[in-house]
Structure formats: structure tokens, C-alpha cells
């Protein structure tokens, strides 16, 4: 077994098996909807370069093979809360992080 | 012994703080007036006016001419569209043209806005508006 399939081995443990939050992820301008196991976060954030709004950098985690279907029109329900996304950092190592917003733009 | 810079930012203060919906403006922004506001807006807080005397040049001329710049910044959050915050903008511009009505005032003037959005846990506008009052003091005093 090579580095790259145990590293990815141990990212379906993680993200299939461990303790990750299951949200509803809409998509195909609605007609669509699938269970997407992720990690979520939201860490403090003031907006505005110098800072002036109490604010959060709210992100998921997702394995990248099951992030095929997000697009910029997606829509993600975590725990009755609807989020929207604002920019896709693309494949890292074999995960995505997507950043959210509870506006849509 | 209260300045005449005192009076005037007390005079500001209290036209900003005019800014309601009731009193015939498109917002309610002077529900949420701060001077020099430093520690961040909560959500709760937005729509929210923070404004500062940040300068006071003194006339070439006449030293006892005062030409003072008030800095002013709009903070919205969620869906204030961009028609709103240029409402808000003509909401500042009206409640801050009512001070021309001061004998303590020589000259209003308006310089320039400009409007920034921001994406974070929510869709945020600000805009920045910049005014110029003058006035008269004898010398050394403000």
C-alpha cells in the first residue's frame, strides 16, 4: 500500500467512521439533496480589515470524493440553520474546506 | 467650559441621533450613534453610525479659523441591499446638513463616501462618509 492510499485509508476512518457531524447539502438548484459527513467551524472573525464587526469564520470539511456535487449554488443545513457558500479552497490532500455564510451573496 | 469644537460635535451628535424612521428618515440609524466607537459592532448593534472630529486644520490666513473634518461610517449587516445603504448615506447627509442651521457654524461641507462589502458569518456593507465644517474661535482655542 502506498503513502497517498493509506493516507486516504484513514481519511474514509475519519470522515466515514469518526466523530464528524452529518448536515444536508441541496444542490441542483434545489432538486437535489444528500447527507454529507464534515467537520464544521466557527472560530471567531472580526470583519472589515481593521476589525470594526464581531463576526465568525464559519467552514466545513469535507472528504473531497464527496464533495463532487457543491457548487457556488449549493445549500448546506447544519443543525436547522442554513449556510451558503462563499469560496471553495479546492482539494488539500484529499479533504475541502468550504467557508460559509448565512447571506447568500 | 464646554469649546466651541464641544458644542459643535454635541450638535452633530444630536441631529445624528435624529436619524429614525419616525422622524421621517429611511432608517433607523440613529438608534445606534457612537463617537469614536474603537471595540467592534456586535450583529445585534448594526445598522450602526460611528463618527469622529479626526482633524481640525487651522486657516492660513486666520488663525482663528477652524477647519474641521467629521469622519463618519455606516456598518450594515445581512440583507441591507445597496439601495439601502445609499438611503442610509442620504439619511446622514440630511440629518448632518440640519447643522448649517448653528450660529456657531461659518460653512458645511461634504467631501466624498464610498461604500465597502465584506463576507464573513454575514453579508456586511459599510460606507464612509467624510464632512467639513467651518468655524471661528479666537486664537488657541478651539
Redesign the interface.
Known amino acids: 500500500m502506498t503513502i497517498q492510499e493509506q493516507l486516504l485509508n484513514d481519511l474514509d476512518a475519519v470522515f466515514d467512521d469518526g466523530l464528524t457531524l452529518s448536515i444536508t447539502h441541496t444542490y441542483n438548484g434545489g432538486a437535489s439533496q444528500e447527507t454529507l459527513k464534515v467537520f464544521f467551524d ?1 472560530s471567531y ?4 480589515p481593521e ?8 467552514s466545513i470539511l469535507v472528504k473531497s470524493s464527496n464533495a463532487g456535487n457543491i457548487t457556488r449554488d449549493s445549500i448546506f443545513t447544519v443543525s436547522g440553520t442554513t449556510y451558503y457558500p ?1 469560496e471553495n479552497q479546492g482539494d488539500e490532500q484529499g479533504v475541502t474546506r468550504i467557508f460559509l ?5 | 467650559m464646554s469649546t466651541t469644537r464641544q458644542s459643535i460635535v454635541d450638535l452633530i451628535d444630536t441631529n445624528f441621533k435624529t436619524i429614525t424612521v419616525v422622524n421621517g428618515f429611511s432608517s433607523n440609524l440613529g438608534n445606534n450613534v457612537f463617537q469614536f ?1 474603537d471595540p ?4 445585534e448593534e ?1 445598522p450602526a453610525l ?1 463618527y469622529g472630529d479626526v482633524s481640525d486644520i487651522i486657516g492660513e490666513e486666520d488663525e482663528g479659523e477652524h477647519n474641521l473634518e467629521i469622519s463618519v ?1 455606516i ?1 450594515a ?3 441591507t441591499s445597496p439601495s439601502a445603504m445609499r438611503d442610509m448615506i442620504q439619511d446622514v447627509l440630511t440629518a448632518y446638513k440640519l447643522c448649517e442651521e448653528s450660529s456657531l457654524i461659518a460653512e458645511i461641507n461634504y467631501f466624498d463616501s464610498e461604500l ?1 462589502p ?7 456593507m ?1 460606507a464612509r462618509i467624510r464632512f467639513g465644517i467651518k468655524y471661528f474661535t479666537e486664537i488657541f482655542e478651539i
Open positions: 466557527r472573525e472580526a470583519a472589515f476589525g470594526s464587526v464581531e463576526s465568525a469564520n464559519l462563499i455564510s448565512e447571506d447568500q451573496i | 466607537r467592534p459592532l456586535a450583529d448594526l460611528s461610517e456598518t449587516s445581512g440583507t465597502f465584506e463576507m464573513a458569518k454575514k453579508k456586511y459599510k
